[in-house]
């Protein structure tokens, strides 16, 4: 991992393929599991979700009774809360928790899925016989016992959220209002938006393996809003990571304060660029946008499997050029997108997409690893326990190339850099992608000129990736609360880049006479 | 049903009465939809989804809040109406909800 962590930009993201702001045997019987010992000591997981091995065991036998090429059994508690700070008052408050239990059945091309909120035997038991209906053989061989792997370390904290009340909370949304306010005259209203929360994960896979993992998450977001005569403008900033509350230091949230201000007040001197081709720059971190929708989603195995990704015959063939290396990496440290263990129980690590502009490996999940005959990438992500997993995306980036920023801009005639983004989609098929650039810069005979504002930029994403003709040694990823929404689930995702020349792109901006 | 879950929406009244909050209406539901989908004569489709839920609305020092949860263990269910509770308070007064004795009903709570 050469990236280097940027501790303050970010954008709000709120996410189909969208990413916005503000995932054997078979044979003979099985015995009662209710007779069979506990083969380990129960972990704290087990007790929180008040089962043991042998309550496991029976389920997942119970699932498995006609057939099974995998088959897991889900657990989570997901508790998250939210507060909004508008015109110095407390405007909204919410908590929310979520406990259930999904069990999964996967027997060659279907699935059997089942979830209950209801962890009681009789009720996970009814789930799983459902859930088992798909199939319609005999009875696969379960585990009589479920073996703990080791617990992740990329996101330990200390204090858990659950112990952090409204009236720690309070006092950072007021500061971050404050500074906002105070930075200068033309700042109207300041809106804080908070959200911490805390998941527990437990999963049993048919192979017998048991997995734990304790996921937080932190999120803040200020928007700014700012008059000068008749114009009123509007901008933004949000930090978010798998994060403790002491990780909510001053310095952390003034940066991110001055960026939604500067971001907001260089707008009263933005215009929008002319429209049409032109070269465009992508800046070093939030521009990571464009290998999430444009790339990234094409590399989800389960496109590929079903042939509809344009990616789906270019496997060991040059996509871009061989300076070009993108990568998507779970096991980074506090990363929104990070994780230990993806929602299958397979170890979550670093998968190289595109090496050296060669196409290297799709993001798998078990059901699609399986029919590539690969292991999988430690990519099957799910929402929740309602769900069953896909394919997708942790923190996606690009890694350095062989080029400075300076050179970058110097070699541009006239075209845009694109700083900071609102959304993006990506019709996911063809590879076609938008992206709405709030801010941005002129480049003219080789040198930053103005600020610009509110463009479109429009492309294919195959398209562009052969297009990125020079890349920056000066990658990052981006710290704002990235949400990837993609067949109705949303997981929190990281993206990155480094500053990178896109040698043509459809620029939507204005028309000049 | 190991849970009674009346029991347990009468606990959550006492809880947020105890917590500071002057009325507190709580809801209790579980329910289980169950799915199979057939394509000539073969099952194609099985879903079973089980939910239950406890929703309460707090009214305290003329503020007002709703919050939910699928998790009715004894213990957490009483730290969460805590912060339900305490999170009420933070906002700010809503003038322009009456906390008359008819003021909340169960049925209005959304999951």
Known sequence: MTIKRRDFLGTVAAGSAIVTMPGFLSGCGVQSATTIASATPENPFMEWFGVDQAVIVRVMSELTSRGADAADLYFQHARNNSLTLEDGVVSSANSDVQQGVGLRVVIGEQTGYAFTEDLTMPSMLAAARTAAAIATGTQTVAPQSFNPLATGNLYTTTVPWAKVGVEQKLPVMKFIEQQAKSKDPAIEKVAVYWADGDERVMIATLEGKLVTDHRPMARVTVVVTAKKGDETQTGYSNIAAREEFSWFSQERLSTMVDEAVDRTLIQFEATRPPAGEMPVILAAGASGILLHEAIGHGMEADFNRKGTSIYSDMMGKKVAEPFVTVVDQADIPNERGALNYDDEGNKAGRTVMVENGILKSYLHDQISAKQYDLKPTGSGRRQSYRYAPMPRMSCTFMEDGPHTKGEIIAAVDRGIICETYTNGQVQIGAGDYTFYVKNGWLVEAGKVTAPIKDVNIIGNGPESLKRITMVANDARLDTGGWTCGKNGQSVPVSQGIPTVLVSSMTVGGENVS | ?111
């Open chain 2, 1 to 111: 049903m190991s849970v009674d879950l009346t029991n347990r929406a009468l606990e959550a009244i006492e809880l947020a009465k105890a917590a500071g909050a002057d009325e507190v209406a709580a809801s209790i539901r579980q329910s289980r939809d169950v799915t199979f989908e057939y394509r000539d004569g073969a099952l194609e489709k099985v879903k079973d989804t089980t939910s239950q839920g406890l929703g309460i609305q707090v009214f305290a020092a003329g503020r007002y809040s709703s919050h939910q949860t699928t998790d009715l263990n004894a213990a957490r269910l009483k730290s969460f109406v805590a912060e339900a509770v305490a999170i009420t308070k933070a906002l700010e007064p809503d003038e322009f909800r009456k906390n008359h004795s008819r003021g909340i009903v169960p049925g209005q709570t959304r999951y």
